[in-house]
């Protein structure tokens, strides 16, 4: 499949209406539209302040020792997935803001979810909520990010390297993502795709990108098993224009990733700050490619 780099202007698209609604849950926190509000586990709660945008002041998901099963984050009640969930004391997991997540995932079979594989460290958020992403439609999402640079490149290098964020196909078909946003084991900066019709998954783009910055990502995703399409702007230039390829499944059972995850065993701690962060969804966010928020000064 033939790829290009050429920013498309999307216009006329009919926005679909979308349901944000907030949820009362019983662990909350305020995102740049909604109120802060509470973190509470199995027992026990936490109330965390405002923090300044430029400094995001992260406060610990700990409660009783553990990360609670579910944190409700810029709208969404997001289901956690890391070590923290079951092995208690493990605060670098994950830590919230109200406007930022950070991720951290080390060496160590206690960095993973409870039904991973002991070979894999994960340290992330889902929203597998149903009704899931839809087929047919076009759904934008953006997101600031910092990846961290890794203390072992060369380690790394002899491992698989991992996925920062992710459209889970989910359901039965199962297997890599049909979207993922990667660092490779060599840290270069790689976008994939899989499908119905594309069952091994083909990389779309891969190139350097800067560690220890904040990076700003726009994209805009068709879910299809034969025809769907995938933009990418990076900083505000284009960087992948797809068209007419297998993305996800006739299922429809796609539903967002967010944070570390890494198949193949780390040699070193990875972390990962995220802000600005839009769930996928029909609002166009064509304003955004340009435009960089104020979050993180660069290192």
């Avoid at 299809?224 to 992948?240: I, K, M, Y």
Wanted: hydrophobic share 35%; with cysteine.
């Amino acid at each position: 499949m033939k790829e290009t780099a050429v920013q498309c202007v999307m216009s006329g698209e009919k926005e679909m209406a979308v349901d944000l609604s907030r949820r009362s849950c019983c662990l909350a926190l305020g995102a740049a539209i909604v109120p802060l509000g509470y973190l509470t586990a199995r027992s026990g709660s936490l109330q965390l302040p405002r923090s300044d945008r430029r400094s995001p002041n992260y406060r610990s998901t700990l409660v009783n020792g553990l990360t609670p099963g579910h944190v409700d984050w810029n709208d969404r009640r997001w289901r956690c997935a890391m070590g923290s969930t079951w092995n208690p004391g493990m605060d670098h997991s994950l830590r919230l803001a109200p406007n930022n997540a950070r991720f951290e995932i080390r060496e160590g079979e206690l960095n993973r979810g409870p039904r991973d594989d002991p070979n894999k460290r994960r340290s992330e958020i889902r929203f597998p909520k149903s009704p899931r992403l839809p087929n047919g439609v076009p759904l934008w999402g953006a997101m600031s990010f910092v990846h961290h640079r890794w203390d072992d490149p060369a380690g790394m290098a002899a491992n698989r390297g991992g996925v920062h964020g992710q459209l889970h196909i989910g359901s039965d078909f199962g297997g890599s993502p049909a979207v993922a946003f990667r660092r490779t084991r060599h840290g270069a900066f790689a976008i994939t795709t899989r499908g119905e019709r594309d069952g091994e998954g083909t990389r779309r783009h891969e190139g350097p990108l800067s560690f220890n910055q904040v990076h700003h990502l726009v994209y805009r995703v068709v879910l299809s098993p034969s025809d769907g399409a995938l933009q990418v702007w990076l900083n505000g230039d284009a960087l992948l224009d797809i068209r007419g390829v297998s993305i996800g499944s006739r299922e429809a059972q796609c539903y967002w990733s967010l944070g570390c995850y890494y198949s193949g065993r780390v040699t070193c701690p990875i972390i990962a700050e995220y802000g600005d962060h839009f769930y996928p969804g029909p609002t166009d966010l064509s304003s955004r490619i340009r435009f960089r928020p104020d979050w993180l000064p660069v290192a």
